[in-house]
């Protein structure tokens, strides 16, 4: 079994440094990425999708986080064709975005393109160097639609990254229905090209389906997107404002080790970002995971000793479930509902 990795899509949102989890001293740039790196052995840095990243920053986040820790890195949204505003990108490229791609559907300057992709790699160097890059997350928007211009577009969005680890994340329902589904499989394994798993709310017309394949042998990406019933459509608190239940987590336990089973590494990662959920809602299915596999050997009947290769959730540092808050109300003080 391949190793599960559980964390959250960023350990900077406002809402979470406003919360109550980061303790008095750590509560800076630096102790609020070691804090969450002593609890957590991954996340995601969903900041890349709204400007570039820096040299600097991954050079810092680098030497801020233990040996093992992966950052996966969501891409630019110019990079993903999404609308991207002028003062995302670094004032000399502003002229060239006013002229292209700034609009829903505008292609943007190639030109443009090819600068902001270099720039882009350049940063996530130091990461790479030093053993912390995951993956780079193309989140693709809600009216790519499966067809042959969003295909071409994967494939030089591949060719651009050779070397890289990257995993897709599709918000379109169509490329998992049941007569597209054997075909997005079959296109992403051949670009190697990681498919990503998201839980969403059920029964609307923009959701998600839970059931999506290993892709390539060294990664699975889970995100937890909440379920608000705003998915879609309501502001940013709006559609991730959710907090897990413990049965929600659990009926996904068996889907995480069925992932791991076909993968060398299964990223779980929570993006319900309203207070402290998503930091909570990890700490619980890493629980949920820890004690399922603890279970394993009585169920298999081995004494101490798993399958070949199987391994416990991946945990750095202490398991806060316990731990009460600074407030000393526990873990619950902060709900998405307040």
Same mark, same amino acid.
């Given at each position: 079994?391949? #190793?599960?990795?559980? +964390?959250?899509?960023?350990?900077?949102?406002?809402?979470?440094?406003?919360?109550?989890?980061?303790?008095?001293?750590?509560?800076?740039? =630096?102790?609020?990425?070691?804090?969450?790196?002593?609890?957590?052995?991954? *996340?995601?840095?969903? %900041?890349?999708?709204? /400007?570039?990243?820096?040299?600097?920053?991954?050079? @810092?986040?680098?030497?801020?986080?233990?040996? +093992?820790?992966?950052?996966?890195?969501?891409?630019?949204?110019?990079?993903?064709? &999404?609308?991207?505003?002028?003062?995302?990108?670094?004032?000399?490229?502003?002229?060239?975005?006013?002229?292209?791609?700034?609009?829903? /559907?505008?292609?943007?300057?190639?030109?443009?393109?090819?600068?902001?992709?270099?720039?882009?790699?350049?940063?996530?160097?130091?990461?790479?160097?030093?053993?912390?890059?995951?993956? *780079?997350? !193309?989140?693709?928007?809600?009216?790519?639609?499966? /067809?042959?211009?969003?295909?071409?577009?994967?494939?030089?969005?591949?060719?651009?990254?050779?070397?890289?680890?990257?995993?897709?994340?599709?918000?379109?329902?169509?490329?998992?229905?049941?007569?597209?589904?054997?075909?997005?499989?079959? !296109?992403?394994?051949?670009?190697?090209?990681?498919?990503?798993?998201?839980?969403?709310?059920?029964?609307?017309?923009?959701?998600?389906?839970?059931?999506?394949? *290993?892709?390539?042998?060294?990664? %699975?990406?889970?995100? !937890? $997107?909440?379920?608000?019933?705003?998915?879609?459509? +309501? %502001?940013?608190?709006?559609?991730?404002?959710?907090?897990?239940?413990?049965?929600?987590?659990? =009926?996904?336990?068996?889907?995480?080790?069925? @992932?791991?089973?076909?993968?060398?590494?299964? &990223? *779980?990662? !929570?993006?319900?970002?309203?207070? #402290?959920?998503?930091?909570?809602?990890? =700490?619980?299915?890493?629980?949920?995971?820890?004690? =399922?596999?603890?279970?394993?050997?009585?169920?298999?009947?081995? $004494?101490?000793? /798993?399958?070949?290769?199987?391994?416990?959730? $991946?945990?750095?540092?202490? #398991?806060?479930?316990?731990?009460?808050?600074?407030? +000393?109300?526990?873990?619950?003080?902060?709900?998405?509902?307040?």
């Amino acid at each position: 079994m391949g #190793d599960i990795m559980v +964390g959250t899509c960023s350990w900077t949102d406002p809402a979470l440094v406003s919360s109550g989890w980061y303790p008095r001293g750590r509560r800076d740039a =630096e102790g609020r990425l070691r804090h969450y790196a002593d609890r957590f052995p991954v *996340v995601e840095v969903d %900041s890349a999708y709204y /400007g570039l990243p820096s040299i600097r920053n991954s050079r @810092l986040w680098a030497e801020r986080t233990p040996d +093992g820790f992966r950052f996966d890195v969501k891409a630019f949204s110019l990079l993903t064709g &999404h609308p991207t505003r002028s003062a995302a990108v670094p004032a000399d490229l502003r002229p060239a975005l006013a002229r292209h791609g700034r609009a829903r /559907g505008a292609t943007a300057d190639p030109g443009l393109l090819d600068e902001v992709w270099h720039r882009f790699g350049a940063a996530l160097e130091p990461l790479r160097e030093a053993g912390r890059m995951g993956a *780079v997350l !193309f989140q693709l928007p809600p009216w790519a639609a499966p /067809g042959a211009q969003v295909r071409t577009f994967l494939e030089e969005c591949r060719e651009r990254t050779a070397g890289w680890r990257v995993a897709v994340e599709f918000r379109h329902p169509g490329w998992w229905a049941q007569d597209e589904r054997a075909r997005t499989a079959a !296109f992403l394994g051949g670009l190697d090209l990681a498919a990503v798993a998201v839980d969403t709310v059920r029964g609307l017309a923009g959701s998600l389906t839970p059931d999506v394949p *290993v892709t390539v042998p060294a990664l %699975s990406v889970v995100r !937890f $997107h909440g379920r608000s019933a705003a998915w879609g459509t +309501g %502001s940013k608190e709006d559609r991730f404002r959710h907090d897990y239940t413990a049965a929600e987590l659990r =009926e996904w336990a068996p889907r995480i080790r069925a @992932l791991a089973d076909d993968a060398a590494e299964v &990223h *779980v990662l !929570f993006n319900n970002c309203c207070g #402290d959920a998503a930091v909570r809602a990890a =700490e619980a299915m890493r629980g949920i995971l820890d004690d =399922e596999a603890a279970e394993e050997p009585s169920r298999t009947g081995a $004494h101490g000793n /798993g399958p070949t290769g199987q391994t416990r959730s $991946h945990t750095i540092g202490p #398991d806060r479930r316990d731990t009460p808050s600074p407030s +000393g109300t526990g873990t619950q003080e902060v709900s998405c509902r307040n």
